[in-house]
């Protein structure tokens, strides 16, 4: 979309798939990270906050944050302080946002500080990441939300930093159909640049439709391993057929793939980590959702026959990473006891064990 001129403008549908994807991961981001005890405080960054809410009065991603915290079951548990971070360049937007921040303060737990920055997302975090350098000192956990309309200002350079520190993720838009439509446009190229911190993507200007898409959706995947994620799952926005953006999360930490998995798959329950607006909660109403099993049946198989007998924490550990589309609550009952059942696995338990069942220290052997 171009970029709107005022305060608020009205939302896209398939703009509510960002948000409920980011709704469903920080019901667990807070609470894990929140109650763990070596961590005194968590932030949620979100550098292209927005005013806050739409035109129509629909919430915007700093709200759907504060919201999540205000409304947490598990709020009184989480002893870190939360702070939350708001980075927006307008001047009107971030005096709306600072509208709705003080609303929502005292409905948050009191270890609460929000703060507003009218600035603008790379400087803040350059200067961050710089003094962080400087002190040796690491930042606190962190999920930063990087939601631009366009392609400038996500240097990947500022990702990387973010991601060095050990309990830091990045929520990043990946602005897919403004970047195939301006691919050639002479002032785009630095932003492309800095956006995937290497030329490559030049190559993508001589191809066409899928190759192209392809190659620019790989390309921003290797590079944000490279910047530091160990994991990293797209998530795709459609408006009908037409793919318009997606949101590209990158994590350090195979659990963080797991719950955002989780989260992808809440929301888009054919497991295609794609959102089309109102369609899919009616197809799921009809029955029509069912995920494919037999796809982790073979990924499993593919990756373990022949290895001797795994632990199951090993089983686990592959499927929550990001190199299958299934997170952990699909593999013991829908996979593991129906391939035990027809001898596709053998599976060695301590005596007294249950057999069908997986517990902690179980090894499995995949025929
Ligand atoms: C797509 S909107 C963000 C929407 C918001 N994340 C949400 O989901 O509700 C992008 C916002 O980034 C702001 N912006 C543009 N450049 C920026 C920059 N360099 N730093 C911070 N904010 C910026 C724009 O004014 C706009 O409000």
């Given amino acids: 979309m171009a970029a709107p001129e005022e305060a608020l403008w009205e939302r896209d549908d ?43 009065g629909e919430e915007g991603s700093p709200v759907v944050a504060m919201r999540v915290l205000a409304e947490h ?17 307008d001047a009107k937007r971030a005096d709306h946002l600072k509208g709705l921040r003080d609303e929502w303060l005292p409905k948050l737990p009191e270890r609460t500080r929000i703060r507003v920055l009218n600035d603008s997302f790379p400087s803040v975090m350059d200067e961050v990441l710089k003094e962080l350098a400087e002190e040796k000192a690491q930042m606190a956990p962190a999920l930063v939300m990087m939601d631009p309309f366009g392609i400038r200002d996500v240097p990947l350079t500022v990702i990387a930093g973010i991601l060095a520190n050990p309990k830091c993720e990045v929520y990043v838009t990946f602005m897919w159909e403004q970047m195939n439509r301006f691919l050639t446009a002479l002032e785009f190229e630095s932003h492309l640049d800095e956006m995937f911190d290497t030329t490559v993507w030049r190559k993508a200007i001589s191809m066409q439709g899928d190759e192209r898409r392809r190659h620019l959706y790989l390309l921003y995947r290797a590079q944000l391993k490279k910047a530091g994620a160990k994991h990293v799952l797209p998530f795709h926005l459609f408006k009908g057929q037409r793919r318009k953006y997606s949101l590209f999360f990158a994590t350090g930490h195979v659990l963080g793939s797991d719950r955002m998995k989780k989260a992808m798959w809440k929301i888009a329950p054919f497991g295609d980590f794609s959102f089309r607006g109102g369609t899919a909660d009616q197809l799921v109403m009809l029955g029509v959702a ?22 199951i924490q090993e089983v686990l550990n592959f499927v929550r990473s990001d190199e299958t589309m299934f997170h952990d609550s699909q593999v013991k009952v829908p996979v593991l006891k129906p391939m035990e059942k027809t001898g596709k696995i053998e599976v060695r338990r301590r005596t007294g064990q249950r057999r069908f069942k997986y517990p902690n220290g179980c090894r499995i052997r995949f025929l």
């Fill in 290 to 311: 069912e995920p494919d099993f037999r796809v982790l049946r073979e990924a499993l198989h593919r990756r373990f026959a022949g290895a001797g007998w795994v632990k």
């Fill in 73 to 89: 079951a598990a709020r009184e548990r989480i002893n870190a302080e939360v702070v939350f971070v708001f980075i927006e360049k």
């Fill in 14 to 56: 398939h703009t509510e798939g960002k948000h409920l994807v980011l709704e469903e991961y920080l019901k667990a981001w807070f609470p894990i990270l929140g109650t763990a005890k070596a961590n005194q405080r968590i932030l949620f960054v979100d550098g292209f906050a927005g005013p806050g809410e739409y035109a129509g």
